[in-house]
């Protein structure tokens, strides 16, 4: 069957394969779904892959299929599989266990082990293909009122741990009814922790670099969000103008940004950082005073990445009760489709150029009737 693929460590070449299709006996303990592929989101992720910046081809093999953000319906289960049946729509979790205490209780994403397991990303093959198999374990079922914004449920996961650990933390606090949050970035992590955060009844303001108006900062405001260009108004500003955030989500692993934040969080604020910075920049920072804000302020700063089972299906609710509360807002984060497998080429370029996507995604197969 068909797959995208690259060979790390060798960077541009994703190519168009021929694996063999899966099968449930691939899967112990009579635990297998098997999966048609309809649609696989993309993202810098992939791209990054393709560069050879890291990922690793699964052990005894020579290519990494890529694509992480899945969305089929199942096709077959295994006989010991109880929660599934064939034409469910669902989407697989990213990450699978290793050898930590944290993998072995399910919180897989909070390994601490140095080598980790992701589909797509790392040592297991993605999803851009047309079956994949899996223990039930890893697979979230969707509602067939989703099924068209199906495919951002892994990047809605993310926010959501984020965001769920930042009320996780501020238990600490016995009562916390944060009014104010900002976001920082208006890609689909941004949008996503917009949504979330609006859904709670939080006042947000998403910071970005374009100016308004477009159809990111057109989507904060469709949701009652505000919009702000960082060319026009800084984060310190703004927080001058208005007064601090108690939550601030970061999205765009900008370092300058990152402590930028950290002055201007509010007392007893949580600081969620999502963005990964790359190269090796230095930025001056007023490290005195953030120290002292954060001290007497009891103000925290943490970071997430990946998400386990929980926090997908927190993405679902959300992203079905943002559907009732805005008719046809997720499926507008959704710009720039490929029809096809064969068109990796074009995925490609279209992840290179990202002028104007949102989210670029794989029509793999048509949806069933």
């Known amino acids: 069957m068909k797959a995208i693929a690259v060979i790390p460590g060798q960077a541009n070449s994703v190519h168009l394969a021929d694996i063999p299709k899966p099968r449930l006996t691939d899967i112990p303990e009579r635990r297998g779904v098997l999966v048609k592929v309809l649609r696989v989101g993309v993202d810098g ?3 990054e892959i393709n560069a050879a910046e890291y990922g690793a081809a699964p052990p005894g093999e020579k290519i990494l299929v890529i694509g992480h953000e899945s969305f089929g319906v199942v096709e077959a289960v295994g006989s010991n599989v109880m929660d599934l049946a064939p034409g469910d729509f669902v989407v697989a979790t990213v990450r699978r266990p290793g050898t930590s205490l ?3 209780i399910g919180t897989y994403d909070m ?20 079956y994949y198999v899996d223990d039930a374990e890893y697979i979230v079922k969707v509602p067939p009122g989703l099924k068209e914004e199906g495919v951002l449920l892994e990047p809605a996961s993310v926010i959501e741990k984020g965001i769920a ?5 501020q238990r600490r606090l016995r009562v916390w009814r944060p009014k104010r949050a900002a976001v920082l970035g208006a890609g689909p992590i941004g949008l996503l922790a917009t949504m979330a ?40 500003a703004a927080a001058h103008d208005h007064g601090p955030y108690d939550l601030i989500f970061e999205a765009t692993g900008v370092a ?22 790359g190269g090796g920049r230095s930025v001056e920072v007023p490290g005195d005073r953030i120290n002292l804000g ?25 992203l079905a009760h943002a559907q009732l ?14 029809q096809g497998l064969d068109r990796y080429q074009d995925m490609m370029r279209t992840l290179m150029d990202m002028k104007g996507a949102i989210k670029v995604f794989v029509n793999v197969a048509p949806f069933p009737n």
């Open 45 to 47: 992720t992939d791209k």
């Open 102 to 104: 944290y993998d072995q």
């Open 111 to 130: 390994t601490t082990d140095d080598q980790y397991f992701e589909r797509g990303i790392n040592l297991r093959h993605g999803f851009l293909t047309e």
């Open 165 to 169: 650990q930042a009320f996780e933390i």
């Open 197 to 236: 955060l609006r859904l709670k009844g939080i006042q947000v303001c998403t910071f970005a670099l374009s100016k308004p108006p477009y159809l990111n900062s057109d989507l904060v405001k469709e949701i009652g969000g505000c919009y702000h260009s960082t060319k026009d108004l800084s984060l310190s």
């Open 256 to 277: 300058s940004l990152v402590f930028e934040a950290m002055n201007i969080l509010g007392k007893n604020g949580v600081l969620v950082l999502s963005g990964v910075s």
């Open 294 to 318: 954060f001290v007497l302020g009891n103000k925290v700063v943490v970071g997430t990445v990946n998400a386990n089972r929980e926090y997908f299906e927190m993405g679902v609710k959300d």
């Open 325 to 338: 509360q805005w008719p046809g807002w997720p499926a507008k984060l959704l710009t720039h489709p490929i």
